[in-house]
Nanobody, 126 residues
Framework: QMILMESGGGFVQPGGSLRLSCAAS????????MAWFRQAPGKEREFVAA???????YYSDSVKGRFTISRDNAKNLVHLQMNSLKSEDTAVYYC????????????????????WGQGTQVIVSS
């Protein structure tokens, strides 16, 4: 069993930055595919970014160049640095993990992930 807990969400003005963190317990992030998804009000959950256990990273087109996913294996943490935030980035952000996923296509599919956090709210507004 792997438990994930997100933190770092909040309110930010357009153009601002936030850094989300996902703390894992029970299992190590170093052996898992780790990802961030988000769900805006009235919309389906969507892929944001993923980091494979081999170090490969993947991003949705909507966040590419603005968001960066990173791992701290020593602390069993995964981060999502979000820069140049836009109002359309407003959503609940979820951390997800899976021991067996690999490749860009599979890692963007939320139903393939075994473990999920509770989410952290991000609001981008002036």
């Amino acid at each position: 069993q792997m438990i994930l807990m997100e933190s770092g969400g909040g309110f930010v003005q357009p153009g601002g930055s936030l850094r989300l963190s996902c703390a894992a317990s029970g299992r190590t992030v170093s052996t898992h595919a780790m990802a961030w998804f988000r769900q805006a009000p009235g919309k389906e959950r969507e892929f944001v970014a993923a980091s494979g256990w081999n170090g490969n990273t993947y991003y949705s087109d909507s966040v590419k160049g603005r968001f960066t996913i990173s791992r701290d294996n020593a602390k069993n943490l995964v981060h999502l640095q979000m820069n140049s935030l836009k109002s359309e980035d407003t959503a609940v952000y979820y951390c997800a993990a899976d021991p067996g996923l690999g490749g860009a296509q599979a890692m963007a599919v939320d139903s393939l992930y075994d473990y999920w956090g509770q989410g952290t709210q991000v609001i981008v507004s002036s």
